[in-house]
């Protein structure tokens, strides 16, 4: 939006801040599929849709932030990020 009062400005862009969230687009089945129904992070049955960046941290609730986890996975991450949940550790010898 060009011109209009810097007040009519400021409500405008309140109004997309504060937009309700948009229901989801991407399929559950697909992002199953995709992965062969196992858990991304330890092969188990996915039972769950894992946020890899919760949305608590900015994450989009869109496909391309949504793998298949199981049930211990899902909630012993939680809403973490992955770095922190699950550190790359240099092999130990
Ligand atoms: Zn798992």
């Not at 504060?18 to 991407?26: G, S």
């Not at 932030?65 to 010898?93: F, H, M």
Request: some cysteine; glycine content about 6%.
């Amino acid at each position: 939006m060009r011109g209009g009062t810097l007040y009519q400005r400021k409500a405008a862009a309140a109004r997309v801040r504060h937009r309700a969230p948009q229901p989801a687009t991407y399929s559950r089945e697909t992002i199953f599929a995709r992965w062969g129904y196992a858990c991304c992070y330890c092969d188990a049955r996915a039972e769950h849709l894992d946020h890899v960046v919760p949305i608590s941290k900015g994450g989009a609730d869109a496909e391309h932030n949504l793998v298949p986890s199981c049930a211990a996975c899902n909630l012993d991450k939680g809403a973490q990020l992955l770095a922190d949940w699950a550190p790359i550790r240099p092999p130990s010898l």
